[in-house]
């Protein structure tokens, strides 16, 4: 009887395990990742036996399936709220953006698996993993990345909708990136991180690293992972057998001649959540080591972080208290930034030596990498950026409710909102769009604008009842202003969210205002003089009636006000405002 109920009771713990095996696991050459239906069976069989786990559903994607969360609690708490008042940290893991680089999604299972069965949980830090985000690239499987060295099939980078997902964090266009703010807000992680694979060049390292811009992160949090966390999170990567090194963007194409910093701006999910004051980091494996390798390396980058959190959960907690009240008081804020040529730094890189030889294929010169010959070199590390365009906040911006997707995702972000109460006419300051560029071709389904110039103008206008008022001094005012600022690298406005200002809506006949436009020029002399002098500056208009018409008509009262305006006031001097 004894040795019957041992047997079963191994059989028991066995078929267990063995079903708690992951796809990647079961592959005999570890050269697999697990398809969208198996990750949820997965996680589904996996939540049956385990309290302190849950699986919940957010919105739905492009796809029409959900974005599944997976909540690792050791107490067993699910509730965001809840967590927060027993000052627990949270932390959030996205997998799968790109589909191709499915490190993440395998790591997470195996890290899921084994977090609860050594009953490992951390006990000040609930863990969030976005199973898969980019449902709809994952279930259309193939091989479409060419260079990359396994797994033998793997998902597409674009979604339902061709989007490059990790383009879509300001814009939104897709719901994958509403459910995915709908859970960051929701959770309100004090850490963030983004699994994903690298091209690029050649070189020893299995994993590279990319943390937030330090320029562009807040510098009570810059301080902290520049001194603290990233330097232990490479010195435990060292002893996990996966050393890394910084992610590997050159000017060049060897890596050799320095490398830059990556600089995720807004629509990059690590720029996205650096304006919510959230510590971020994305994993880069390198696409030429063995599938297997990638994996490990990434589940162990999950295991380091997760123990650094747990040791400075406090920490990490009063930091991002801080970091929030400062940015509430901040005045000031970068809304672009270029490296900066003139100061660098330098590390020691683990490259292969670069060649050139004759192409195959064209026969011209061809660049190699020879992994024959390895070398330890100290590089350039260009990894300092300096802000090219700024602006000081408003005391509140005031947003007409005209602009719906703008309120839409300020409350999908908690950004704090008022409404007037009844019309009201504001002496405030508006934008006129002076200049701008746009590019022929879309880039993800927008025609982003860049280079803008603008001319302020203090003038009052009328604005409706219902129309919101946000004050700047909220712990998101960097999203506020990096969104509203038209001058932002990734505005509101440079993703055409305000493109019909852009455009006149009446213009004239020229017969008929030739009339009106000589009886403007005889009753009003400055307007006259402001023409003869233009015309002796510019010898086109002076040649040219419809020209000369025209500058008068923009001169003229009939001239439609809003032609350029961008709608967003800025509510300069401290007025006071009936608000509901
Ligand atoms: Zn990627």
Request: with cysteine; charged share 25%.
């Amino acid at each position: 009887m004894k040795t019957i109920l041992t047997a079963l009771l191994i059989c028991f713990v066995f078929c267990r395990v063995q079903a708690q095996l992951t796809p990647f696991e079961l592959s005999k050459d570890k050269n697999y990742t697990a398809t969208y239906s198996e990750i949820i069976a997965y996680y589904q069989k996996l939540s049956l036996h385990n309290p302190q786990m849950k699986l919940i559903n957010y919105g739905t994607t492009d796809v029409g399936k959900p974005l599944t969360l997976v909540v690792l609690s050791r107490d067993r708490i699910f509730d965001p709220k809840l967590i927060k008042q027993q000052n627990k940290r949270v932390l959030l893991i996205n997998n799968g953006i790109h589909p191709g680089e499915p490190e993440g999604i395998d790591a997470s299972m195996m890290l899921t698996r084994d977090l609860l069965k050594k009953n490992a949980l951390p006990k000040d830090v609930v863990i969030c993993i976005i199973a898969v985000y980019n449902i709809d690239g994952c279930l259309n499987r193939g091989l479409s990345r060419i260079n990359q060295n396994g797994p033998r099939a793997y998902g597409f980078r674009g979604n339902y909708r061709n989007l490059d997902l990790n383009r879509d964090f300001i814009k939104a266009d897709s719901k994958n990136a509403l459910a995915f703010e709908q859970i960051l807000n929701t959770w309100n992680p004090e850490v963030f991180l983004d699994n994903h694979t690298s091209d690029g060049a050649d070189y020893q390292y299995v994993m590279t690293l990319i943390e937030t811009q330090k320029d562009k992160q807040n510098p009570i949090l810059a301080d902290y992972t520049s001194k603290t966390l990233s330097p232990e999170l490479y010195k435990r990567m060292i002893k996990s057998g996966y050393e890394m090194t910084p992610y590997v963007e050159s000017e060049e194409k060897s890596p050799d001649s320095g490398i830059v910093s990556f600089l995720e701006t807004p629509r990059f999910a690590t720029g996205y959540t650096a304006q919510h004051n959230i510590i971020s980091y994305i994993t880069e494996t390198h696409m030429l080591k063995p599938f297997d390798k990638r994996v490990y390396a990434t589940y162990d980058f999950e295991q380091n972080l997760i123990d650094i959190y747990e040791r400075d959960a406090e920490l990490i907690g009063e930091l991002k208290h801080k970091a929030d009240e400062q940015v509430s008081k901040q005045k000031t804020f970068a809304l672009n930034w270029d490296v900066d040529k003139e100061h660098y730094d330098s590390l020691t890189f683990k490259g292969f030596t670069a060649g050139y030889k004759p192409s195959e294929v064209s026969g011209l010169p061809r660049l190699y990498y020879d992994r024959t010959k390895p070398y330890t070199k100290t590089i350039k590390y260009f990894d300092n950026y300096v802000a090219t365009a700024t602006a000081d906040k408003p005391l509140a911006y005031i947003i007409p409710q005209a602009w719906g997707k703008v309120i839409e995702l300020f409350k999908l972000n908690n950004v704090a909102m008022k409404r007037l109460s009844h019309d009201t006419t504001l002496n405030l300051q508006m934008y006129y769009i002076g200049d701008y560029k746009t590019p022929q071709r879309p880039y993800e389904g927008h025609y982003l604008h860049s280079n803008v110039k603008l001319n302020p103008a203090d003038i009052s206008i009328k604005f409706y009842a219902g129309d919101y008022v946000i004050y700047t001094n909220q712990p998101l005012n960097r999203y506020i202003v990096e969104t509203l600022e038209p001058q932002g690298v990734d505005s509101f406005f440079a993703w055409n969210f305000f493109d019909s200002v852009l455009g006149e809506k009446e213009y004239f006949s020229d017969y008929v205002f030739e009339d009106v436009a000589a009886d403007l020029l005889k009753k009003d002399p400055e307007l006259k003089k402001k023409l003869d002098d233009e015309k002796s500056k510019d010898p086109r208009l002076a040649a040219s009636a419809g020209a000369q018409l025209n500058f008068v008509y923009r001169n003229s009262p009939y001239f439609e006000k809003t032609y350029l305006r961008y709608p967003v006031g800025r509510l300069l001097t401290d007025t006071k405002l009936d608000l509901k």
